[in-house]
């Protein structure tokens, strides 16, 4: 079972780049040899209760560069951010893995997981079993899955052996129609994106209008263009869990007290 790939420009190039690069890996490193690192791998840690607190929970994602706004930090250093991240109060971690658009690593997701104790979501392009147990080998807590780039049957696989590792995903979604699909697949986790992945465009009104057909059952997570303390506070009274923020924390010279600033209501707030 494939990816879809009328799916837009830039997503169609990034597709095609981990599509060649997978099929290389798998080649250098059989799913056997991964099923060994799984064995060794670290306990887990909860992802889907760390999104459930009673607070603003924010999944700070730690993100080098993006297609659409390049470089965002240099140097990057993704143990100094995690802890400092951690510290000014994040929920859980993302950590892009995408090596050529996105300048990530799987070694940046274990340097940064080994910094802390919170549980870090893979953030990348999946859509082939083997990158699941690969998440797991390398000590991920959870992973992203994106609806628009999966066939049905292929995101039922990977959500049913992500749990079978222990890992509950995060399934984004952008259309009501997409929500539809993820919810038929039995998602837990569900990532509002705020980004069209076709045009790159943001709006917040993407969670608003989808939030009504997110069951209260699930974890609802808000994604992309968030900036403001009063943008989680209106979220939050919309019905989301937690807030994925990545660009705004990057981009800031003081990430922690960006992140600071996002869940702490502004001096003489009501």
Known sequence: MSAQTNTGAVLDRILEARRAEVDH???????????????AATPLRNFSAALCRDTLNVLAELKPASPSRGVLRDPFDPVALAETLESAGASALSVLTEGEFFRGSLKNLRDARKSIQLPVLRKDFIF???????TRANDGDSFL???SVLEDALLCDLIALGRELG???LVEV?????????LAAGARIVG???????????????SFELIG???DDCIAVSESGLRTHDDLVKLRAAGFDAFLVGTHLMLSPDPAAALSALLISPPGTP
């Open 25 to 39: 890996r798998k080649r250098v490193l059989p799913e056997t040899a991964l099923r060994y690192g799984v064995k």
């Open 128 to 134: 082939d079993p083997w990158q699941v147990w690969e």
């Open 145 to 147: 899955l994106i609806v």
């Open 167 to 169: 890992m509950e995903p």
């Open 174 to 182: 952008h259309t009501a129609e997409e929500l539809d699909r993820a």
């Open 192 to 206: 509002v994106n705020n980004r069209n992945l076709k045009t790159l465009t943001v709006s917040v009104e993407a």
């Open 213 to 215: 057909g997110i069951p």
